[in-house]
């Protein structure tokens, strides 16, 4: 039998160490912490259950943390998470998705295991596929009818004949549980006051959906809204019944320019090493390109561009006032530059330099790796956590 080829355990040594095999997801304990508290105490102001999105992290670690009890409850974006979370222990689960037919297998197995796992959807056909579906193994499935509140992604508008259509369609085991909705728009400016106005609205229309669907005979149950920049700055949640959010417990570049979450509290980077130089270009190689970073560009559209991530020190410090960002990548190679500043040199960043480069988006960033590197305030890693890939 050949033995497979291992990294060092990164466990117990200092993210200056070169046995610290880069290119790795880095998360600061006492940044995460942080977050984590400030949702559970803004949900309990708001008088309403958080119900996290572990779709950030997808660690049973964090998730334990972020949650209200070891049970739940959570939300979930596949069904390889749901297993995954399932298996950990979590009973109480909605997959945030709109469910494909041939996928309702795989749920009816996750529920028939224990877990109380409640799907999504937005027209009559997955509603009478969910029915027939039911009917032909004779189980029965939560189901929450997902509303459009501002025309960002999927749903039904609260005001269409349509929603209670879709009601009426789920039978014979397609159980209504409630409504859920996400204030995509909440996303696209830059101004607090938008990001209010959007958390108002998304407010109001679930609530005329779920207030709708009870005149029209219909129990409901659960009445979900969710998004960080509306967790954030919600200032009244009347006829909610929870919230949903996800990317606060991480942070990244996005959600500062929005406005939501401070620059010192952005608690995953990536660590890479400076693998070479181009001079002549004032450029800095690292060990860390897109596929370590993603390709989301998302801060691109927003008032201030970091490239594919903005450049720290070790100590997860960015260097030269923000001023050096990953101004490209390839798909292993990352290309670092001074943004406004004086052009760097081999010298300002010698080869086999590790540092840390903030992400434009925390999710798609730490979705692809192995293990996810927990470290505390001195810079010693902690814990190497497993974290759920796939769909």
Same mark, same amino acid.
């Given at each position: ?224 809204? +969710?998004?960080?920049?509306? %967790? @954030?700055? *919600?200032?009244? &949640?009347? =006829?909610?019944? #929870?919230?949903? $959010? /996800? ?73 030269? +006032?923000?001023?050096?960002? %990953? @101004?490209? *990548?390839?798909? &292993?190679? =990352?290309?670092? #530059?001074?943004? $406004? /500043? ?50």
């Amino acid at each position: 039998m050949t033995n497979r080829l291992r990294r060092a355990d990164p466990v117990g040594r200092l993210l200056t160490d070169p046995e610290v095999a880069t290119p790795a997801f880095v998360i600061d304990d006492a940044k995460l912490q942080v977050n984590l508290d400030f949702a559970k105490e803004k949900a309990a102001r708001l008088g309403v259950t958080l119900r996290p999105h572990l779709k950030t992290h997808k660690s049973i670690e964090i998730a334990r943390r972020q949650m209200l009890s070891p049970e739940g409850p959570a939300t979930v974006s596949t069904l390889a998470e749901a297993r995954y979370f399932a298996e950990n222990g979590v009973k109480d689960l909605i997959y945030a998705v709109g469910i494909a037919p041939q996928k309702l297998a795989d749920v009816a197995a996750i529920r028939e295991a224990g877990c109380d796992l409640k799907i999504i959807l937005d027209n009559v056909a997955a509603a009478k596929a969910v029915s027939a579906f039911c009917t032909k193994r004779g189980v029965t499935i939560p189901v929450l009818i997902e509303v459009d509140c501002d025309g960002h992604r999927s749903g039904v508008r609260p005001e269409s004949e349509l929603l209670i259509e879709i009601a009426r369609a789920l039978t014979d085991g397609a159980e209504l549980a409630g409504v859920l909705t996400h204030a995509g728009a909440s996303y696209d400016v830059e101004n607090l006051a938008v990001i209010r106005r959007a958390a108002a609205n998304e407010r109001d229309g679930i609530v005329t959906a779920a207030n709708r669907l009870r005149e029209a005979g219909f129990e409901v149950r659960i009445v979900s809204i +969710g998004s960080t920049p509306t %967790m @954030t700055h *919600a200032e009244d &949640e009347t =006829g909610v019944t #929870e919230i949903r $959010a /996800g990317v606060y417990a991480l942070g990244d570049l996005f959600m500062m320019n929005l406005g939501v979450v401070p620059m010192d509290r952005i608690a995953g980077t990536v660590l890479c090493t400076v693998i070479g130089h181009q001079p002549e270009k004032g450029q800095v190689i690292v060990d860390a390109g897109w596929m370590a970073m993603s390709r989301d560009r998302g801060t691109a559209r927003q008032h201030c561009d970091f490239g594919y991530g903005l450049v720290c020190d070790v100590d997860g410090r960015p260097l030269r +006032g923000c001023d050096i960002r %990953m @101004t490209g *990548a390839n798909q &292993e190679h =990352g290309i670092i #530059e001074a943004a $406004a /500043g004086d052009r760097l040199k081999p010298e300002d960043l010698p080869v086999g330099t590790h540092l840390r480069i903030m992400p434009n988006h925390a999710c798609p960033t730490a979705a692809p790796y192995e293990k996810l590197l927990l470290v505390n305030e001195e810079g010693r890693v902690t814990a190497a956590l497993d974290h759920v890939r796939g769909w």
